[in-house]
């Protein structure tokens, strides 16, 4: 008797497929497409996209770009730069560490994006395509050219599952879109950054300089964009042109040398700040510049609460709050109760002083919740203070901070008999009101820079990482969970209340209405616990940087309207799916967030 034995047919794993780009062409057509589509799209910017001068900008000119040409011929050359490091031309080859395919695409993407909007913003403006040039057309068929062979460049596709055919249709569509996605981010992986050659020290500060001057130029051209179109075209430039960057790695590697000379990086980050309103011709950017300063100092002084112990603050611009209310009161206004006038280094202190005061007290009955209990009980603290502070006007309660009308008509500064009201030339320039108080802002974010970096390189810093970790182990290993959480609230508010007393000055007027949960115009504590995150959780350069961002974006997308913040968290929910660990992570909270990667060799003290 013969027994047949009968094995399950079982689907097998796709091989997968190597040496295939999303759009099917030949590599070498298509590295050769990608390449030349950049190099034309540089030369479409010297040509001129339209007949008349209505659209703004004036892109009428041959020879010369202007307006959105400047940032098409910017997405033009990284493309061809990154398309010809890919041929191994020399002296390209150290701005791929990471491999030239994945930055190519992106380069590609962000120039074709700004390309057509351009196009498009034309036709829209002056009422149809037919406005355009042969210069216009050269540059959107050159983008589409380069686009096309980027995603024609070969990669690696991942093996997939297909779907179960006893699947519902849903469950097929879902799962096939999974793969889908697998295979999309494949073609924009990375490989491990090829260590770099070691250069002398002078080089290496060298291109510090470079990239921070590199920034403040960056910073400088968009802050001071004159019209609508040219902003939505800088931003789409600079978020695909960093992204292409650190696809390249060319960011990881500035970031390894900004690691080995810290101390020259910091200084010279503040350098190239300072020469900020030296820059501008009025005072009109300065305002922007030294807001920015303000929001983005209380940023990292949040930080130490949410990134380094973990705690979720809902209710942090009230410390903001009482810092400026305190300064003001004893500053020499006449709408204060005191009638102090007392000098600035004594007024900071008082609001520095005032918000600890009521870090502590806050802190000391809620500080033994955890998670969400901890985060409500903020969150009404915020909105007790905005209340009360409201309601002291001599009818709800007693005459302190004069109600809604707040604390008004706030002198200028003057310290050393330097008027901080009054326009002064320094070696040829300058410099109005708002300037010289984003150099006193200036300072102080130097002074909480200072305070975060060694306060998160010491004991206490690495018993905030550990009660962050977790803190019933950390309680276990004998640290006082409570004292540690104590003193960093503390601290976070003492370093708001230093950004409120200045805040004061420039602003005129401290009135309940600047220290909200939520508003269209930051400093709020939604925007502020935005800017950690957006930033990157316990990092220094994190929050100033997300802070800079979430005031300048809203700031130039007021043509919007009602539409301002639909705009802006659409923004936001697209960065936190594809970057949730921030623009400038640790690189813990990296690791946590792609667990594929290499772990790293050394992690300092605050994980950064």
């Not at 380069?146 to 569509?173: I, M, S, Y």
């Not at 800088?234 to 060319?250: E, N, P, W, Y």
């Not at 203070?385 to 007693?398: E, H, K, L, Q, Y």
Request: aromatic content about 10%; some cysteine; overall charge neutral.
């Amino acid at each position: 008797m013969t027994t047949e034995t009968t094995t399950a047919d079982t689907p097998r794993t796709p091989a997968a497929e190597a040496g295939t780009g999303l759009i099917a062409l030949p590599p070498r057509i298509a590295r050769a497409t990608a390449t030349a589509g950049g190099a034309l799209t540089v030369v479409s910017a010297f040509t001129a996209w339209t007949w008349t001068s209505a659209f703004p900008g004036d892109l009428t000119v041959y020879g010369y770009p202007g307006g959105l040409q400047w940032l098409v011929l910017i997405g033009g050359a990284l493309t061809t730069l990154f398309g010809l490091a890919s041929y191994g031309v020399k002296g390209t080859r150290w701005l791929i560490p990471s491999g030239s395919d994945a930055a190519i695409k992106v380069a590609a993407i962000g120039t074709f994006a700004t390309t057509w909007y351009t196009v498009l913003a034309i036709g829209t403006t002056l009422g149809g395509l037919v406005n355009l040039e042969p210069g216009g057309l050269l540059a959107a068929v050159a983008s589409l050219a380069a686009l096309v062979g980027a995603l024609g460049l070969p990669f690696d596709r991942p093996a997939t599952e297909p779907a179960d055919p006893e699947d519902t249709g849903l469950d097929q569509f879902k799962h096939n879109a999974g793969n889908r996605w697998t295979v999309v981010k494949a073609a924009f992986a990375t490989g491990t950054p090829a260590p770099a050659r070691k250069l002398p020290g002078w080089i290496e500060i060298l291109i510090l300089s470079a990239v921070l001057a590199l920034g403040l130029a960056v910073f400088t051209y968009g802050i001071g964009t004159e019209y609508d179109e040219l902003f939505i075209g800088f931003f789409i430039t600079a978020c695909f042109g960093f992204a292409a960057l650190s696809k390249a790695g060319l960011a990881q590697r500035v970031s390894a040398i900004a690691a080995r000379h810290r101390n020259v990086a910091m200084v010279g980050a503040f350098a190239a700040a300072a020469a900020f309103p030296f820059t501008q011709s009025d005072d009109q950017y300065a305002t922007i510049g030294v807001n920015i300063l303000i929001f983005a100092t209380v940023a990292l002084g949040l930080n130490i609460v949410v990134g380094l112990v973990g705690l979720l603050d809902l209710g942090y611009v009230a410390f903001l709050g009482v810092g400026a209310y305190a300064a003001a009161m004893v500053s020499g206004s006449p709408s204060s109760p005191f009638g102090l006038h007392l000098p600035f280094w004594a007024a900071i202190l008082v609001g520095a002083a005032a918000s600890m005061v009521f870090g502590v007290l806050i802190g000391a009955p809620t500080l033994r919740l955890r998670g969400d209990y901890l985060a409500i009980v903020t969150l009404g603290f915020g909105e007790i203070f905005r209340i009360a502070v409201n309601n002291m006007d001599g009818t709800s309660g007693p005459d302190i901070t004069n109600g809604s009308n707040g604390i008004s008509s706030i002198p200028n500064l003057n310290m050393f008999g330097f008027d901080f009201g009054a326009e002064h030339t320094i070696a040829g320039f300058t410099i109005g009101r708002f300037a010289n108080y984003f150099l006193l802002m200036l300072l102080v974010t130097l002074v909480v820079v200072v305070v975060f970096r060694r306060s998160s390189e010491s004991r206490i810093g690495r018993a905030w990482v550990a009660i962050r970790e977790d803190e019933t182990a950390a309680e276990a290993m004998g640290i006082n969970g409570f004292r540690v959480k104590l003193i960093a609230f503390a601290l976070g508010a003492a370093l708001a209340g230093l950004a409120g007393a200045v805040q004061a000055h420039v602003t005129y007027t401290v009135t309940p209405e600047q220290y909200q949960f939520a508003h269209v115009v930051p400093p709020n504590s939604a925007f502020l616990l935005a800017a950690v995150v957006l930033g990157g959780m316990g990092t220094i350069s994190g929050p100033l940087v997300g802070g800079a961002l979430l005031y300048l974006i809203p700031n130039k997308l007021q043509f919007l309207g009602d539409k301002q913040l639909l705009a802006f968290g659409l923004a936001l929910i697209l960065l936190m799916r594809f970057r949730p660990e921030g623009l400038i992570p640790n690189r813990r909270r990296q690791l946590e967030f792609h667990e594929n990667e290499e772990a790293p060799a050394t992690l300092t003290k605050a994980g950064a």
